[in-house]
């Protein structure tokens, strides 16, 4: 499957940003999709996921109750609605992909990525 992101961009702390995922493919190869993000230096890291009904979504505690992942499989997007941003949101964000099965948290259980697209956060 093929993703496109956008929505990234500059925004100050408490500001809010929408990303969006365009997915395209075979349906059952975007079952569940994810974002994660990778800040310099560091490793990628799991922030948010969903599956194809939107049954289950789960974050990682650092963004829990400012961040928000949704998904209409009318349009094949997932976007990823921040708010309350603080400066260690400050990172390149991916949309990612996978069928069901295995886990959901790791980034080498998907095989379908986007470009990525920059989010920065200043203080």
């Known amino acids: 499957v093929q993703l496109v992101e956008s929505g990234g961009g500059l925004v100050q702390a408490g500001g809010s940003l929408r990303l969006s995922c365009a997915a395209s493919?075979?349906?059952?190869?975007?079952?569940?999709m994810a974002w994660f993000r990778q800040a310099p230096g560091r490793e990628r890291e799991f922030v948010a996921v969903?599956?194809?009904?939107?049954?289950?979504?789960d974050y990682t505690d650092s963004v829990k109750g400012r961040f928000t992942i949704s998904r209409d499989n009318a349009k094949n997007t997932v976007y990823l609605q921040m708010n309350s941003l603080k400066p260690e949101d400050t990172a390149v964000y991916y949309c990612?992909?996978?069928?069901?099965?295995?886990?959901?948290?790791?980034?080498?259980?998907?095989?379908?990525w986007g470009q990525g697209t920059q989010v920065t956060v200043s203080s």
């Open positions: 969903i599956t194809r009904s939107s049954s289950i979504t």
């Open positions: 493919g075979r349906t059952g190869d975007s079952n569940e």
């Open positions: 990612a992909a996978k069928p069901y099965g295995r886990s959901r948290y790791s980034p080498d259980t998907y095989p379908s």
